[in-house]
């Protein structure tokens, strides 16, 4: 026998609720709106350190803007036309892109292997690591001076110990190519040891027993790096490319430094865009197309910046794909070999009666 009981009315009961107090409304406003206050400060210091010099550089670039004299007439995009029309812009353009090509991609390479060898066993472990850092904390001005002394074409170290072995003296500063090569070199000693920093960070994170696994499986040392390690750290490996793309096609201070006396060479052999930039805004006093020129700049830092994102997510897609697949492959195997064992028991276990009734009789 079965009993039903009255249920309440759904009206008896939402009238029964108990209203929140002011502090638990109190909390369920804390909860919602704190984590917008903890990001509030980045937003609100990005809108006013990066989004308005942006916008108002854009302004800027729509008028014939002096250095002293201040805002003149609007002249639309007319500046974006005499720029894209200007040879001394695009020699800039052919100068950053030589530099950045020459610097950063040694520049990756070099900091990837580093850390690949930091990540190993090794003594003294935080001295290597705290002495690849050494050449970040040096002051460009420094590194300038002591480079700038290296690649001197007359009484220069390098120049001298060429001419040692009858080599002639190079041009590092008058030719177009090694004077690339030198500033490149100096970015290259920079910057090589803080992003390798960044990678060791990445690889420390990647678990062990992984190359563990891996290393039972017969895989060696090369082998764990290319199917393990680079596809672990995608994520920071697309960071450093990003930020060093940013910072390859911003070189400023290393190509004022390597000659004072000329804004980029006395060709402009080595002068930068950003090195054109102030030379259009402080020399020629003309702001107008100096943030035109900022403006063209940032547009392409931002192209070259997607590109090397889906260059090394593309690479990095590709290596999971293939260690996947090597994965699959050896799981296909282990199966292959498992029912090829059990159909050689199960055979051993059918002829096994008739042997012994053939050694009965």
């Not at 919602?32 to 509030?40: D, G, L, T, V």
């Not at 060898?117 to 040096?138: C, E, G």
């Not at 690889?203 to 992984?210: E, F, L, T």
């Not at 082998?223 to 393990?228: K, L």
Request: charged share 15%.
């Amino acid at each position: 026998m079965t009993t039903t009981l009255n249920r309440p009315a759904a009206g008896r009961t939402a009238a029964t609720k108990p209203k929140p107090t002011f502090r638990q409304r109190l909390n369920v406003f804390d909860m919602k709106a704190s984590p917008y206050f903890y990001i509030a400060p980045f937003f609100i210091l990005f809108a006013l350190v990066g989004l308005f010099p942006l916008g108002y550089t854009f302004f800027v670039s729509l008028f014939d803007w002096h250095l002293l004299k201040g805002q003149g007439e609007f002249v639309g995009f007319q500046n974006f036309a005499e720029v894209l029309q200007d040879r001394f812009f695009w020699n800039s353009l052919f100068n950053t892109v030589s530099i950045f090509l020459i610097s950063t991609i040694p520049q990756l390479i070099m900091a990837t292997i580093i850390a690949a060898v930091l990540d190993q066993n090794l003594r003294a472990k935080t001295f290597w690591r705290m002495s690849i850092l050494l050449p970040y904390v040096v002051t460009p001005v420094a590194v300038a001076m002591i480079f700038t002394n290296m690649f001197g074409e007359q009484y220069g170290l390098i120049n001298n110990i060429l001419s040692s072995f009858g080599i002639d003296p190079i041009m590092w500063k008058n030719d177009t190519l090694p004077s690339h090569i030198a500033i490149a070199t100096m970015v290259n000693w920079r910057w090589t040891g803080y992003n390798a920093l960044i990678l060791l960070a990445a690889m420390q994170s990647v678990p062990r027993d992984i190359y563990e696994s891996a290393a039972i499986d017969g895989a060696g040392s090369v082998r764990r790096f290319f199917s393990i390690t680079l596809p672990s750290i995608r994520p920071t490996m697309v960071f450093v490319i990003v930020t060093a793309t940013i910072g390859g096609l911003q070189i400023f201070t290393e190509p004022r430094l390597f000659d004072p006396v000329a804004a980029g060479g006395t060709a402009r052999q080595f002068q930068t865009t950003v090195l054109y930039l102030w030379e259009m805004a402080f020399q020629r006093q003309n702001f107008g197309k100096a943030s035109t020129i900022a403006w063209l700049l940032f547009l392409i830092i931002l192209l070259f910046g997607i590109v090397n994102w889906l260059i090394s997510r593309r690479i990095a897609t590709n290596g999971d794909d293939r260690g996947a697949a090597s994965r699959r492959r050896r799981k296909r195997s282990s199966a292959a070999a498992t029912e090829a064992d059990d159909a050689g028991l199960a055979a051993q276990a059918v002829s096994a009666p008739d042997s012994t009734k053939r050694s009965g009789k």
